[in-house]
């Protein structure tokens, strides 16, 4: 079955959507900060004026397999501790500077002796519908810092809204989309309700509202109120309070106990989760940097339970994804999964080939190869997070020769994926742009587990993410500027 076209509006109605988008927006928080913002004044979202069409059945597989993707990922952590740390240890050679700092952390952790062995997950798994085969086809899978959880759910509540008010209709005030076709995201609560999670099982299986949740900021943060929408909603839902800060003020607003307990130094309020919205990227450890490192270190060794622990946090990164590719690595994770759930996920993977020096592995010869003779088919990644970092089509020649041989190994080579584009409007201040784009799934999930011994507290699905990008540009970073928020129309 083909989507509906878009709503096509004459000058007059389109204006008036716009003014009932921007008041919508600004009465309930689909806002972000501008650019060299005051604290006082807040700019609508980028976002599309329309939601855009994506096949029912791709959402439900996405949906289907997010919580066999938190296990595997859980597993990596818990179970194959010791081949995930082999993979690591490679990876901070290659990146002294960040993944190698991190991993020393959890190296002196390790060394002194874990205080919290739970670690909470609020993961998302990224997908592009590859038009082609209409089958959705993974970006990556991020396990720290993930984003718009909060102002995913805005934005469904306001496609609602100008639908059923009857704004997309061109002649009468008739709904264009039906309800079930455009669902809002329940990402915000249900991310809440993570964050609640790990605050129950901090405080030994109870709902305790005496501990809060630590949320630690990037300084000068424009995406605060995707955050605070979370916030608001961990209030709202569960009665738990948060404190925000950044890497650089943790040694000065924080303190530990004794027993290596923390908390907020001027009011003494306990924390029982340190949530990481920032701390993902070097450029987060730039300003300040031995006083932000040292802000890490601090909350890493701390009896409070992290989102995510420093190894949840480094199972995120490409190298790993590359490896997940292959049947038998994920038969050893999840021995017990069924051959429908096994043929789903695999379903979901493109061709990901390492680019180490060693030969002897699998591909990397191959991808060489590849990199340097249809290089139009291919993004070359390295081990970073947030976007902006890729190397794309006839630039990765170029690239790595640029390189020495022995960084090679710092890169992934992926299959590019091929999605349908749309014509769907892009409003940006005050500007509706009007061009192809192509549009990014996100899939979110929480899950409590320990790292020691491998148990599942909780694995839940916790609502989507679309973003959607010019075409004609290659990154869909919505705070970069690139891309924007949009939600789906299920058809
Ligand atoms: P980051 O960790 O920086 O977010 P991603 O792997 O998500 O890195 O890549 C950034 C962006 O590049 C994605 O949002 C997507 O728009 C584009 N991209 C990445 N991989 C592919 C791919 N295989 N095919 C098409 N586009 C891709
Ligand atoms: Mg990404």
Known sequence: MAPKQFPELNKIQEEQLKASLQQWSLSNGLVMYPPNFDSFQVNVAPITLFPTPIPRHCFDDAVAV???????????????TKWLVEILTDLARFDPEFTGRLFKIYQELIADGVLQ???????RSDYMVDA????????????????????????????????????????YNYKYYEDDEIKASPSVDEIADGLADGNYYYNEEKNSTGTIVLVVVQPNERNSFDQKLVE??????????????????????????????????????????????????PGDYDVNSEKTWQGRLILEKSRAIKCPSIL??????????????????????LPSISSSELE????????????????SEEGASLAKKLAFEEPQNYVLKPQREGGGNNIYKSEIPK?????????????ILM??????????????????????IISELGIFGTTVFNEETGEIKTNKNAGWLLRSKFETSNEGGVAAGFGCVDNVYLY
């Not at 997010?66 to 597993?75: D, G, P, R, S, V």
């Not at 949840?312 to 994770?333: A, C, E, F, R």
């Not at 299959?415 to 192809?436: F, G, S």
């Open 312 to 333: 949840t946090q480094l199972s995120g990164s490409k190298k790993v994804q590359q490896l997940l590719t292959d049947k038998k690595v994920i038969n050893k994770l």
């Open 117 to 123: 062995p739970l670690s909470l997950g609020i993961f």
């Open 132 to 171: 082609t085969l209409d089958k959705i086809k993974q970006i990556e899978f991020n396990t720290v810092s993930v984003s718009f959880g909060g102002l995913s759910t805005k934005i469904g509540e306001l496609h609602q809204f100008l639908n059923a008010t009857g704004l997309y209709d061109n002649k």
């Open 232 to 281: 608001y909603s961990l209030f709202q839902r569960h009665k738990i309070r948060s404190y925000r800060v950044t890497l650089e003020d943790i040694e000065s607003e924080i303190t530990v106990s004794g027993d290596g307990k923390l908390y907020v130094k001027e009011t003494m309020d306990e924390i029982s989760v340190v949530y990481y919205r920032s701390g993902y990227g």
């Open 344 to 359: 789903l996920l695999l379903s979901t993977f493109v061709d990901i080939l390492p680019l180490d020096d060693d030969d």
């Open 399 to 411: 690239f790595l020769n640029k390189l020495k041989k022995e960084e090679w190994g710092a890169y």
């Open 415 to 436: 299959k590019l994926i091929n999605p349908q584009t749309y014509k769907n409007k892009i409003i940006r201040n005050n500007d509706i742009y009007h061009e192809d």
């Open 66 to 80: 997010q919580k066999i993707f938190n296990k595997l990922y859980i597993n990596v952590v818990a179970k194959e």
